[in-house]
T-cell receptor, first 114, second 113 residues
Framework: SQTIHQWPATLVQPVGSPLSLECTVE??????LYWYRQAAGRGLQLLFY??????ISSEVPQNLSASRPQDRQFILSSKKLLLSDSGFYLC?????????????FGPGTRLLVL | AQSVTQLGSHVSVSEGALVLLRCNYS??????LFWYVQYPNQGLQLLLK??????LVKGINGFEAEFKKSETSFHLTKPSAHMSDAAEYFC???????????FGKGTSLLVTP
């Protein structure tokens, strides 16, 4: 069966510091991968998605970036965090091919920028 | 572009009462529709998915949803609420972009004793 991991589970970072959040998927090959952010009291905002190694699409321009160095690894980064980057970050994976595929979510990372 | 609207950011029901969470969609093509549940400090879990095979979709934990094209709705129901159903519920629609689901803003369900 497929599983998706995210770490760290929680993170407290000062403004201006760098960020690296990691997501890995097991039990599937060549999945579509997604990064979402969920701010307090708000819905889900799609940040990035990837259909393959090295292929990243950005949905919202901001100071965040994403990379996919391996088939089942998806990394969210920032060089300098802003207060507004605080939130709950969710990674998800979806199947290949079907354009309306179900997405399966990881447990999330809670980020607090102070 | 496809989108969903969830009516009511907060819904409160008594334990044992009917749960009804509303979702209306906008789509120029036959949509794929989803309901997800999120418990505090956790990721989203798929409750059910509509893919045009049947208008009444049964999901996990006793939930079901009915696709009504004439009303452009996909409301989530459960006959009898349990305390453990207290969570955030998200409706989502398959998007034209091909890879992203468009999520509603969510409905927080509170179940009172």
């Amino acid at each position: 069966s497929q599983t998706i991991h995210q770490w760290p589970a929680t993170l407290v970072q000062p403004v201006g510091s760098p960020l690296s959040l990691e997501c890995t998927v097991e039990g599937t090959s060549n999945p579509n991968l997604y990064w979402y952010r969920q701010a307090a009291g708000r819905g889900l905002q799609l940040l990035f998605y990837s259909v393959g190694i090295g292929q990243i699409s950005s949905e919202v321009p901001q100071n965040l970036s994403a990379s996919r160095p391996q088939d089942r690894q998806f990394i969210l980064s920032s060089k300098k965090l802003l207060l507004s980057d605080s939130g709950f970050y969710l990674c998800a994976w979806g199947g290949v091919g079907n354009l309306q595929e179900t997405q399966y979510f990881g447990p999330g990372t809670r980020l607090l920028v102070l | 572009a496809q989108s969903v609207t969830q009516l009511g950011s907060h819904v409160s029901v008594s334990e044992g009462a009917l749960v009804l969470l509303r979702c209306n969609y906008s789509s120029s093509v036959p949509p794929y529709l989803f309901w997800y549940v999120q418990y505090p400090n956790q990721g989203l879990q798929l409750l059910l998915k509509y893919t045009s095979a049947a208008t009444l979709v049964k999901g996990i934990n006793g939930f079901e949803a009915e696709f009504k094209k004439s009303e452009t709705s996909f409301h989530l129901t459960k006959p009898s609420a349990h305390m453990s159903d207290a969570a955030e519920y998200f409706c989502a629609v398959g998007a034209n972009s091909g890879y992203a689901l468009n999520f509603g803003k969510g409905t927080s369900l509170l179940v009172t004793p």
